[in-house]
């Protein structure tokens, strides 16, 4: 089945990479019952997604005189991104939202909108078969999402476990995954880049921002798919 994918911003658009099929970089397998030869570990793999990092960033995270959580941009003038747009970017979340009092959430706001026709929940994951010399200090939120009937912008969300550490991202590297169900899990994923029509425009302003109105988003379900066009892919036609 098909899933498309749309980057939905009108600057900086070559930044964000289209999601690609998670692959291996490893050599040829020399033996038979190598762990790469084995089929269960290859069909999971198959299925899997990956979205890279957009920018270079080493972020210090620091109460204010106030009292008031703020992140610090280390590089500061040697910054790849300007001040400016990473505070566009990536903002910390009220410290009564966390799920831990000395555990800071912060989000980075992403372009990537994924929509599909038929049944489909998307699953977002951290990068775990990436392997990082130096650990992040926290973990990745994840989510899991019906993209047929919801779909919205994606975020990345950090629970930052050891505050005195920096968070140290790196353009290009895997930033997270993306696993999809569908109603039968036999069916492989074919990811396709996606319009923004103004059917799927019209759908979406009655998904964003029911979190400022209402907990428990999910009972909305059971409207969304009343509301719901018969078709909401149209697939980004190549030009020249």
Known sequence: MEVGYILDTDKAGFIWEAPRQFRRNDPPAQHAKSAAMCPAVLDYESRLYEVPCPIDVQLRFKMDDNGQPQLVNLAGDKSSIR??????MVAVMARKEWRHPNRPIIQFITPYIFVADDICWMNQMPAFSHYRPAPLPGTMIGGRLPIHIWPRPMMWAFEWWEPS??????????????????????????????????????????????????????????????RRPAKLVQKKMAKG
């Open 165 to 226: 550490k920096d968070l140290v991202l790196r353009r290009g590297e895997p930033w997270f995954y993306l696993r999809f169900e569908t109603d039968d899990p036999r069916r492989p994923i074919r990811m396709v880049e996606a319009e923004k029509t103004e059917t799927l425009t019209r759908y979406m302003t009655g998904i964003n921002s029911v979190t400022n109105y209402v907990n428990r988003t999910f009972s909305l379900f059971q409207v969304a798919e009343q």
């Open 83 to 88: 001040s400016k747009h990473l505070r566009q």
